[in-house]
């Protein structure tokens, strides 16, 4: 069977139904339209999920499913698109019921986005949606971040750079470069450099009581105009290629493994259970 870029959504129904004959995997990738400074395209972490889906769909001879373009971001910059964290992860959750019904059963999430409010809630959401609903306890998600399996990215990440920066600038270089804008504009400097040394300072949160309980109010600093978070002018083609590659080799064979330990598991009834060493969560919150 071919398959033009393991692209679920360029198949026929007859296409997919083989295709499960022999393998049941698929790629959930999502993301959404941000804002990436001036040098770079809102749909940044869109093309981070498409590509990155695109390449490990290569390696695993699996298949992707359409990108899910809206999740959680936070920022409030013009183009950038909020979905609350609860409606983006009840989504996700569908899509996986309606993929498991059909009998795929390995889901590999791939986000293109790395906002830790939607990447908390959607995968504690997702343990809650296997919690109460049994049909899928013998599904294996896995939440796949493509930094998780690039060392070099990680190490960036070390350096104070985070967003629309040296890593993501890099891939976009990589990818698509036609769509860099040669101009890179900063925040004023103090500003620029409150973000490289917390990425999370873009948000104002203010209350009205020092009370723990209160729920505080959040917002976007004013004072952030373009909300890049490191060091965009480092950038270049080779360091985001090199990105590729070690997220596609040590994925894949983290993938694999893990494939393949779910169907031993299906067969044996075997599991991996897990000590909850969090004791009286309660007073935590």
Request: hydrophobic fraction near 40%; charged fraction near 25%; include cysteine.
């Amino acid at each position: 069977m071919s398959l033009k870029n393991h692209q679920m959504r360029l198949m026929t129904v007859q296409e997919v139904q083989e295709y499960l004959k022999t393998n049941q995997t698929i790629i959930i990738p999502y993301a959404l339209c941000e804002q990436h400074g001036y040098h770079l395209p809102l749909d940044v972490d869109i093309r981070n999920a498409e590509y990155a889906s695109a390449a490990l769909a290569e390696k695993l001879d699996c298949i992707v499913a359409p990108c899910l373009n809206y999740t959680f971001s936070g920022g409030m910059l013009p183009g950038t698109i909020n979905v609350k964290p609860n409606t983006f992860s009840n989504l996700v959750g569908e899509i996986i019921e309606s993929l498991s019904l059909q009998g795929f059963r390995n889901f590999i999430i791939m986000p293109g986005h790395g906002g830790s409010e939607s990447m908390i809630h959607l995968k504690e959401s997702l343990r809650i949606l296997k919690w109460l609903n049994p049909a899928l306890k013998d599904d294996l998600i896995l939440l796949c971040p493509i930094w998780d399996f690039s060392p070099t990215w990680t190490e960036l990440f070390k350096t104070r750079d985070y967003h629309a920066a040296e890593a993501e600038t890099s891939l976009l270089l990589h990818w698509c470069p036609e769509v860099v804008r040669e101009k890179i504009v900063m925040d004023e400097d103090a500003v620029a450099e409150r973000l490289r040394d917390d990425p999370d300072s873009y948000q104002l949160r203010e209350s009205f009581t020092e009370l723990s309980q209160e729920i505080v109010q959040t917002s976007q600093r004013a004072d952030v105009k373009i909300g890049v978070m490191g060091y965009p002018e480092r950038a270049n083609a080779a360091l985001g290629a090199k990105i590729e590659q070690e997220f596609v080799e040590n994925c894949t064979v983290a993938l694999q493994n893990a494939i393949q330990q779910a169907d031993e598991a299906r067969t044996t009834g075997k599991r991996i259970n897990h000590e909850d060493l969090n004791k009286l969560k309660i007073f935590s919150i």
